[in-house]
DNA sequence: TACTTCATTGCAAACCTTTGCAGCACCACG
DNA sequence: CGTGGTGCTGCAAAGGTTTGCAATGAAGTA
């Protein structure tokens, strides 16, 4: 595989991991166990003389609870599993980091998987963490709104970039972005418009393909649909030179890659962005402050999006203790969740990828506006933290 | 926080998840439990006839083997620990997918923390961690190598981006890189370089340093160390200045983000890259391919490290089964692990961000040399498909 | 004083699985 | 027929923790 081996030593390891448990604390605290497990798991059920003194032996010894052994028994693992189409792709390194510190701090850990974006993974995923988790977040999943309400029968989800009804999913509002970047564009004088869509099953291509639509109707502009593409880079540059032919003047890209991408493959036809053609993507991805021009943009609320998910999951969680106690009565009779649809607010960001329009007026000529706009509709221009969708659902 | 509440409906689930356990199957079935656990776990003590009607009624009832409670007994959670500075930094994601899924390959599951570059995390996650995993990779870890080794004897530990003795290490050879490139910039004319350096106690800073200041030595190239500084865009514009008043016509930079910041601060003082200066990056973030110019880099094989780094630690485990068993005797015995130290190699992608430097002969006239050039000596040019470093240790 | 209440602690079952040991049936061999 | 082996299965302990119940003792109440 092209490497090097530099070293490599064979030595007795002579520190061996000594597991301290329970019983350890108990015997060196002289208490019994049961007494050292209610100081951790319920401490008001043991005198504080008591207390000090399991806890100093515990601190000695270095103990810690195995949470594997208390999760046999309370049915309750503390941790969640996050499920991803491509941790790769741009869009999702911010929404798993917030989501697993916001786990973290509610005393959470976090498996993540990635699936290749292959909606079969997905669904073996799912069972395999089942039994090992108190919860789910699905990520823009492309598997089947049927199969996933089928899934959340064997374990708690939390669906991110996909409406299911019945299940408590976090969306963002693409469909107020779409019309935001439509109104900037008609602003500045564009009246032909392309739409670049992504994945046909995303949820987001559907908001979007509505919302611009719409918008566009409302502003006298004609929208023209193009697509569907694969959301990446390459997805975007394929269609440089059909815009090239046509006569649009300004491109709604799906994501930041495919409006990058398509920037690249203007330049190529030497088309230049924001001049001839005005580009605006969806996600506030990192990249799309670093690329020439940089990007106008719609930005998604990823960490948000990350930690809304988790407060969801977890707060679902606290009332259903999953894994039926052998005591019978009370387990299964009504347990009720709630089931709580988040939209969370987009925000148009203007940069320099888009700029007057054949139909400008000749008010302010050439510079486009910098910061968020005039025609940023979410209030008083709050800039959220966001980044890159792409693949997503 | 800025979010609309669409729908919030309460209903009582009815599927409600009925966890089947291996008695269940035995029930079905009619064997004996520790039956079905061996057609599971060690199919060739069972009968062909048992075994099919056993997995029949598992397959029927959806039985799935509870890993918590075999790791319970076994000592092993076939979980491992991926414990990463940051997430959102472009350096880790191709990193963690790789580990990931080359885990998963191996049956086992991956749980993911991010540190947020605080060293005390570091080491709390790996206490946290210990009881539920089988191994802990440890990322361009913070903390010091003392602690490590200390950590290692409570948890299998790999170590990748940093050089621990005793220790199973994955390395990149950014030594090698940086030689490359230096005498890239040397050949191109270049005889004033400066070395832009990243954070201070990284390994990763060390090697470049030591092996930039060799190559242009022998190259009779002149290096100035610039920094440290942070190392992300940031850091990297903050010397723009300082560049434009020496007499340096090429940067190396410790990172991709540091050059592209570097390039961006540059192109506001109006010199412009590659004509007046040259820079190189290391990591070959996906980044660097769609900034303009596009940045020549040392590409840092982050996959190939992700999926070693996970075989070195499966391999190390399989050797001594952790979690002693009461029996006493055998286990803690002359446990041997070998610990292996691997560099894994680096190579030098020529883009558009180096050019001819002051005393470049009049041969080759103007254009950069494109793909692998001819001062790549990691073989004949195989690219990697890695990506991007940027505050590794 | 007798009875209740309360705080604290111990006991033991339960969670789900693995695994050493023993039992059983069957066959072959002597 | 006896002996040994082999192939398969059952039994029960073990792993670390939680938790309902009971026991203890002390304090409070009538």
Redesign the pocket.
Known sequence: MGHTCVTATTTSDEGAAV?V???DVARASG?????V??T???PH????E?RVRVLACAEDLGYR??RA??A???GRTHNIGLIIADIANPFFPPLIKAAESQARHRDYHVFVADTNEDPTAEEELVHALAKQVDGVLLCSPRMSNSLIEQLSREVPLVVVNRQVTGLPCVLMDVGQGARSAIEHLVGLGHRSIALLGGPRSSWTNREMRRAAGAAARAGGAELTMLGPNAPTEVGGSAVAEQVRRSDVSAVLAYNDLMAIGLIEGLDALGVRVPQEVSVVGVDDITLSRLTRPKLTTVATPTAAAGRTAVDMLLQQDIESPR?A???GAGTALGVRRTTAQVMLQTDLVIRDSTGPGPYARPARPLAAPRGPGPHCPAGPGIPTAATGDAVAS
């Open positions: 597991p448990t329970i019983r208490v019994h166990i049961s007494t497990s209610r951790f798991s319920a059920l043991v005198n504080p008591t609870p195995n052994a208390r046999l028994i309370t894994g106690r052998g005591s």
